[in-house]
């Protein structure tokens, strides 16, 4: 119990430091406001926010560690008889529907993109947060299809997946900050969303489809699709 009460105050105290450090980043600018700044308003010292934010941009994207590591729980948690384009389509739409901030499309978010544009240190970060992404998902689908070391699909399967994600973002984001209304964007996104995962399924198609476990109570393996275009000059 006493471990169990350090750690949750650990957790708290790293909460409302990023708590207190978004409110100012968002009100007043991420280049406007001094580590030691936040440590005041958070009633901390510099060093006990250092303790849990190496650097100043930590505090900003303080959910970094969840946002890259996403999609490729995604793909982890597929279900079975289910494809990675398939998992990631389901997961998009849920977070569409709950109004979940894990693809960047919720209330505020425009102003989150607003800070991260004012700063070429945050551009910078988000950068590299998405190359993280883009190869954190590809170990995924390696591990998952168990590809040979020399094979590029897993890495060339994960940017396209990525590179739609980043699409759909950036459009909701360049929207909200042009002052359109959520509601408006997010059904717009809907149907871009759609058309988008159906160019992967016919692009990517059944690759690390998981099949369902095989046992005496376990369905039959699904006939993996073939919904790929059709070659000009080839029977269909």
């Given at each position: 119990?006493?471990?169990?009460?350090?750690?949750?105050?650990?957790?708290?105290?790293?909460?409302?430091?990023?708590?207190?450090?978004?409110?100012?980043?968002?009100?007043?600018?991420?280049?406007?406001?001094?580590?030691?700044?936040?440590?005041?308003?958070a009633?901390?010292?510099?060093?006990?926010?250092?303790?849990?934010?190496?650097?100043?941009?930590?505090?900003?994207?303080?959910?970094?560690?969840?946002a890259?590591?996403?999609?490729?729980?995604?793909?982890?948690?597929?279900?079975p008889?289910?494809?990675?384009?398939?998992?990631?389509?389901?997961?998009?739409?849920?977070?569409l529907?709950?109004?979940?901030?894990?693809?960047?499309?919720?209330?505020?978010?425009?102003m989150?993109?607003?800070?991260?544009?004012?700063?070429?240190?945050?551009?910078?970060?988000?950068?590299?947060?998405?190359?993280?992404?883009?190869?954190?998902l590809?170990?995924?689908?390696?591990?998952?299809?168990?590809?040979?070391?020399?094979?590029?699909?897993?890495?060339?399967?994960?940017?396209?997946?990525?590179?739609?994600?980043?699409?759909l973002?950036?459009?909701?984001?360049?929207?909200?900050?042009?002052?359109?209304?959520?509601a408006?964007?997010?059904a717009?996104?809907?149907?871009?969303?759609?058309?988008?995962?159906?160019?992967?399924?016919r692009?990517?198609?059944?690759?690390?489809?998981?099949?369902?476990?095989?046992?005496?109570?376990?369905?039959?393996?699904?006939?993996?699709?073939?919904?790929?275009?059709?070659?000009?000059?080839?029977?269909?």
């Open positions: 119990m006493e471990e169990g009460l350090r750690e949750r105050k650990k957790r708290e105290t790293r909460q409302r430091i990023a708590d207190v450090a978004m409110g100012l980043f968002l009100q007043r600018g991420f280049d406007n406001v001094t580590v030691a700044e936040i440590a005041r308003v009633d901390v010292s510099v060093n006990t926010v250092f303790n849990y934010f190496p650097a100043k941009e930590d505090m900003f994207l303080d959910r970094s560690e969840a890259e590591g996403m999609l490729a729980q995604v793909v982890r948690d597929r279900r008889g289910e494809t990675v384009v398939e998992a990631l389509r389901r997961d998009f739409f849920d977070a529907d709950t109004g979940d901030w894990r693809y960047g499309m919720t209330e505020g978010s425009d989150f993109a607003r800070r991260v544009r004012e700063s070429p240190t945050l551009v910078a970060r988000l950068q590299v947060l998405d190359v993280e992404r883009e190869l954190r590809a170990r995924e689908l390696a591990d998952a299809t168990d590809a040979d070391p020399d094979d590029l699909t897993p890495y060339i399967v994960a940017a396209q997946l990525c590179a739609v994600v980043r699409t973002t950036r459009h909701f984001a360049v929207r909200r900050l042009a002052g359109e209304d959520t408006l964007i997010v717009d996104i809907r149907g871009h969303a759609e058309r988008a995962f159906d160019l992967l399924e692009g990517v198609g059944d690759y690390a489809l998981r099949w369902p476990e095989t046992g005496p109570t376990a369905p039959t393996p699904p006939t993996p699709r073939r919904d790929h275009a059709q070659v000009p000059g080839q029977p269909g």
